[in-house]
Every structure is written in structure tokens, then in C-alpha cells.
């Protein structure tokens, strides 16, 4: 079975704080691709990373980053610095590599609120 | 410029009648998909396309109906059998050389 669990489903933060936002994954495939998408107010998911299961290296991007931590089956999402900006619905998301039409499996989705 | 085009962005529909979504893409992808979303919850796939004129069923299909004649649009049919049909419906399309879905504004569907 595939699932995304994302156990926070709520986050504050007053603005200029960093914030983490947690992905834990299962899957029984050996490859696979691991994203992360925003959903700000307007509606729209914009895709912010993908991951292949065989590349844990981090990625900086910004003020983001994202830690990929196969032995615990994790995908953190970190901005640093947060923004009134950054306030939307984030989603962690797992798809197979099979082929490249393969479904992809969202998560519940983390809330998160920046106060100014 | 290129991108995924949903309509309308809100639709209210009477209890028992059927309702179509729409969906086009305008950016050459084999693949679409259609999702719902509901308050808290995370996407759920309902139907989804590989290429022209097939397409397969996902985790909630029940009550819903697609057709993908052309490989621009894949439109979403609500029926008068989907029981909870009020929800956020969005549209995604994925190409053979990018793992990543690329999505719509959505449609969000009230039933009165």
C-alpha cells in the first residue's frame, strides 16, 4: 500500500521564523518520486519540488530546503525566514516510477498561517 | 502561454442533475487526470487519462463519468448518482518527460 501522512495539519508562525513541515511516506516500490505542492487561496496546486527515491541529497532552493531521509521514509519541507507569502496549504505527494503516468498519492495537507 | 484551463470556476447545481467540467490543456501532455478535494482532506483521484480515447478509474469514481476524444480536453461529468458531489474538483496533466502533474485553478461545485 502507498500513503502520505502529514500529521500537521495546522501551523502558525509570526513572520520571520522558520518553520518545518513534516512528510512521513510508505510504499513497497523500490523507485519512486516524492513532491512537494502549494496551494495558496486561489485554488491552484504550483509544484515547488521533485525527489527520486535514489538521490538524498538536499536541496536548497531559496529560503527553501528540503531534507529526504530514506531510512525513516521522510521528506521535510523547511522555509526559513517565513513570509505573509508563504501562507497556503502545502501537500507532500508519492508517485511510482513505474512509468511516468502513474497516479500520484497526495497527503492531507499542512495548513500553514504566517502572522505578520 | 501555455497551462491548464478549467471552467467555470464556480458551478451551482441542482440535486439530481448531471453537471459537466471542463478541462483543456494546451500544453502537448499524453496524461490527465482529475482530483477532488474536500475541506481537510488531501486530493483524491477519481478518473484518469493515458491517451486518446482510453481511460481508467481511480480510488473514487463512482458517480462520475469522463470521455477523452481529444487529447486537449478531459472533461468531468458529475452525475445525479455521485450522493456528496459539493467539493473542489481539480484538473492536473503530466507529460512523458516529467514525472511532475502541472494543475488548473479548479472548479469548486456547490450542489443546492
Known amino acids: 500500500a502507498q500513503k502520505v501522512t502529514q500529521a500537521q495539519t495546522e501551523i502558525s508562525v509570526v513572520e520571520k521564523e522558520d518553520v518545518t513541515l513534516d512528510c512521513v511516506y510508505e510504499?513497497?516500490?523500490?523507485?519512486?518520486?516524492l513532491f512537494w505542492y502549494k496551494q495558496p487561496p486561489s485554488g491552484e496546486l504550483v509544484f515547488l519540488i521533485r525527489?527520486?527515491?535514489?538521490?538524498?541529497q538536499n536541496e536548497i532552493s531559496g529560503r527553501y530546503s528540503w531534507n529526504f531521509q530514506k531510512s525513516t521514509s521522510s521528506f521535510n519541507f523547511t522555509i526559513t525566514a517565513s513570509q505573509v507569502v508563504d501562507s497556503a496549504v502545502y501537500f507532500c505527494?508519492?508517485?511510482?516510477?513505474?512509468?511516468?503516468?502513474?497516479?500520484?498519492?497526495f497527503g492531507p495537507g499542512t495548513s500553514l498561517s504566517v502572522i505578520p | 502561454d501555455g497551462g491548464i484551463t478549467q471552467s467555470p470556476k464556480y458551478l451551482f447545481r441542482k440535486e439530481g442533475q448531471n453537471v459537466t467540467l471542463s478541462c483543456e490543456q494546451n500544453?502537448?501532455?499524453?496524461?490527465m487526470y482529475w482530483y477532488r478535494q474536500d475541506p481537510g482532506q488531501g486530493l483524491r483521484l477519481i478518473y484518469y487519462?493515458?491517451?486518446?480515447?482510453?481511460?481508467q478509474k481511480g480510488d473514487i469514481a463512482e458517480g462520475y463519468s469522463v470521455s477523452r476524444e481529444k487529447k486537449e480536453s478531459f472533461p468531468l461529468t458529475v452525475t445525479s448518482a455521485q450522493k456528496n458531489p459539493t467539493a473542489f474538483y481539480l484538473c492536473?496533466?503530466?507529460?512523458?518527460?516529467?514525472?511532475?502533474?502541472?494543475f488548473g485553478q479548479g472548479t469548486r461545485l456547490t450542489v443546492v
Open positions: 492536473a496533466s503530466k507529460s512523458l518527460r516529467h514525472s511532475e502533474a502541472f
Open positions: 510504499t513497497r516500490d523500490t523507485t519512486y518520486y
Open positions: 525527489r527520486n527515491s535514489f538521490d538524498e
Open positions: 505527494a508519492l508517485s511510482p516510477m513505474k512509468t511516468s503516468y502513474d497516479k500520484v498519492i
Open positions: 500544453l502537448n501532455h499524453d496524461a
Open positions: 487519462s493515458q491517451i486518446v480515447n482510453d481511460f
